[in-house]
């Protein structure tokens, strides 16, 4: 409960933030398209529709759900202590700015301005795993943030060493996607979805392979 007083301010100006594109939507409703553009491939062509009303009102209020699980599910873990303020204030900002970006790219679209969308996501997500990777080493286990695994959760050793190690993963990963969003220096998708893989085997792999030789010894 501590944390909860501690951050029940942030959690309600968070989330109001998080439905602002659903008041943006409400004051542009007559401008934008009854069919909208939700999906679009790295080239940034659409490849998915959905209704307006879907768009102004369905998007922000999944946004909404999704943040208030996880950030209720933060600050009410069972290692709540072991989370620190800047952590629990990363995850309090991820579907904010996310609705922000979908929305304003979404909205910018149907507008018809020039928003190159596959340039500016590929970009957003970078950032995140920048950011992201720069915490990585500084998370202390717990249950809602980091690569929770048995091996890393029953082993603080186990658990310090692998976020250390995705930290130094994450971060070169998340500067190699920002540059690629620019320079396509791993234009196939097919190579974006072999990084996104790496960021996540390498680490697992590590810490399980720690696991087995601390169980030997």
């Known amino acids: 409960m501590e944390k909860w007083r501690e951050n029940k301010i942030y959690f309600l100006v968070t989330s109001i933030v998080t439905v602002l594109p659903m008041i943006i939507g409400i004051v542009l409703w007559k401008q934008l398209p009854d069919r909208v553009a939700i999906h679009f491939d790295r080239n940034s062509i659409p490849n998915g529709w ?3 009303s879907f768009v102004v009102f369905g998007l922000p209020i999944f946004c909404l759900i999704t943040h208030i699980v996880c950030t209720l599910t933060t600050l009410f873990d069972k290692k709540q202590e072991n989370i620190q303020n800047k952590i629990i204030h990363l995850v309090f900002w991820i579907c904010p700015v996310v609705s922000l970006v979908c929305g304003s790219c979404i909205y910018g679209y ?3 301005y020039p928003v190159n ?3 500016f996501t590929e970009f957003f997500i970078g950032i995140i795993f920048v950011i992201t990777g720069n915490y990585l080493p500084k998370c202390r286990q717990n249950y ?3 690569i929770k695994v048995p091996w ?3 082993d603080k050793e186990n658990w310090n060493r692998t976020h250390r190690l995705a930290g130094w993963i994450w971060v070169p990963c998340g500067i190699l996607l920002i540059l690629d969003a620019f320079l396509h220096i791993i234009a196939p998708s097919w190579m974006v979805f072999l990084l996104f893989g790496i960021m996540i085997i390498i680490p697992i792999g590590y ?4 696991f087995l030789k601390q169980k030997i010894k």
Do not use: R
């Open 152 to 154: 890393t959760l029953q």
């Open 207 to 210: 810490s399980f392979f720690y």
């Open 110 to 112: 149907a507008l018809s």
């Open 50 to 52: 959905s209704s307006k």
């Open 144 to 146: 809602v943030i980091g």
């Open 117 to 119: 969308i596959g340039v």
